[in-house]
């Protein structure tokens, strides 16, 4: 239900914001606006997105919980969205993802209302010793099927013969 009024209502906001900006500004500098703040928003999103993976990639180094570096880099993918969609509603929503404080905020809210019933990180890669690099266990599984010996061993098998001549 609150996608079916996000999309209700997005469009008629924009709508109005245009008429409301255009008759004060003009046609224009209305345009212009618009192209400036997808120009600006793609610059922005493009170096916020750089120290999000930059994030994403020390919490999967440090074996910590990535959740909350991946949800910023999902609402910077989403603020890019936003900017490049045109409209002056839109685009305050795009900039305001872009800075981390409210980030934060969304995040903490998200997570107040979601619960997590398991979650694991690294799978026991702390324990395992420096020669045996596929962990500790000395046991693997697998299946088999016993090759009998030719009968004749004088003669060689076809994978061994050369190319024959005709």
């Keep these: 239900m609150y996608l079916f009024l996000a999309f209700l209502l997005v469009p ?13 500004i003009g046609l224009w500098p209305t345009l212009g606006i618009v192209v400036l703040t997808a120009v600006l928003g793609t610059a922005l999103v493009r170096t916020q997105g750089r120290m999000a993976l930059g994030q994403l990639q020390q919490s999967f180094a440090k074996l910590d919980d990535p959740t909350e570096p991946l949800a910023h880099g999902a609402m910077i993918l989403l603020s890019g969205a936003l900017l490049l969609t045109p409209g002056f509603f839109t685009d305050a929503m795009g900039f305001a993802l872009l800075v981390p404080a409210i ?17 694991q990180m690294g799978g026991g890669a702390q324990f395992r010793s420096a020669g045996d690099p596929f962990g500790g266990d000395d ?8 090759v009998r010996p030719r009968k004749d061993p004088a003669k060689p098998s076809k ?7 005709h």
Excluded: K, M
């Design 12 to 24: 008629i906001i924009e709508i109005a914001l245009f008429i409301q900006v255009g008759g004060l």
């Design 103 to 119: 980030r934060v905020a969304v995040f903490r809210y998200i997570r107040s209302r979601v619960t997590v019933a398991h979650f």
């Design 139 to 146: 046991v693997i599984d697998g299946e088999f099927t016993e």
């Design 159 to 165: 994978w061994v013969e050369g190319p024959h001549q």
